[in-house]
Structures are given as structure tokens and as C-alpha cells.
């Protein structure tokens, strides 16, 4: 059984030698990227999405995106792991919006996500203790910015949107999305390094 620390510590140059054989071509690196990226994308694509069979759709047009894509990639502007959530997050919100069931994807944001299907339960309990710290941040926030972050993330509304349905003005909603993913990111530092 692999080591899942030693997993975690693959550094973020070896993430972007895979990108740059997947660039090139390479059908093995995109299997590396799979079994390095899939739970978190999967996770991403299921909290915007819920439970529903979309996800792992949404996964395989992430990887399939991904490969399609891989020569335009910018280690200067997002790590590996940030461009692969970023095309997953929008993948899945376009699958949301086609579907237009903002009600069922607030309900299903609410709901506590169903355990990951895995046979490894050291993984099982990282997500679910990660899952854990993200919500006590999240819930730690001040209402205004919280309310803007899941506006975005969960119902995958825009700036303008939210500032529509808010009643806030434009810049008001972009500052208190600013101050909440810096307050989130200063608080799950730690975390977040761990999963680079």
C-alpha cells in the first residue's frame, strides 16, 4: 500500500514535469495526474454538484481538458493544483448552471458530503478531518464574506450576481471576497502546503 505522505510530498516540480510530459504527448502522465489529483478534483466537483453521477463526468472533462490544454499552462500564474481545481470548478459550475437547480445544489451544499467510496480509511479520514478544518474556517469567517465565498462556490454565482442578490454594491462584494479567501488561505496554510 502506498505511503500516502510520501504521496503528499511530491513536490510541485514534479507535478510540473508531468504537465510538461502530458504536453508533450505523453498518455502516461495523464495517469499520473489522475492518481495524484482525482480525489481533490472529484471532492471539488461534488461539493458544487452533489452526489450525483455529474462529478466523475465533470472529473473525466477536467483530465480530458487538461491534456487538450497542457502546452498553454503557466506554472508562473497557478500551480498544477490550483490550474487543475480552477478547470474542474468551471466545469463543474457549467454543468450546474446547464441544469439550472440553484435550490438543489444550495440543499446539497448544506448536506454533509457522502463518505469518498475508498477501501484506504487513512484516507478517508484526512478528507473527512480536512473537510472538517475548511467548514470551522469557513464558519469562523465574518457573515458578509462568508455569504459572498458561498454565493461563488456552492451556487456558482458571479461577483455581479451576488451583488445583485445581496443588495451590496460591486466592489463591496469583491473586497469581501478578497478578505474571506485571504482570511481562509492564512488560516488553512498549513493544509494547504500538505496537499502540494
Known sequence: MPNSRSEAALSSSDDLAIVRRLAGGDAAAVSALYDRFAPLLLAVARRILGPAGEAEEVLQETFLQAWNQAERYDPARSSVSTWLILIARSRALDRFRSRDARGRAAAAAAAEPPPEPSGRAEESVLHA???????????????????????????????????????APLGTVKTRALLGMKKIRQALRAEIRELL
Do not use: K, W
Request: glycine content about 6%; hydrophobic content about 40%.
Open 129 to 167: 478531518e480536512r473537510r472538517q478544518r475548511v467548514r470551522e474556517v469557513l464558519n469562523s469567517l465574518p457573515a458578509e464574506q462568508r455569504e459572498v465565498l458561498e454565493l461563488a462556490f456552492f451556487e456558482g454565482l458571479s461577483q455581479s450576481e451576488i451583488a445583485l442578490r445581496t443588495g
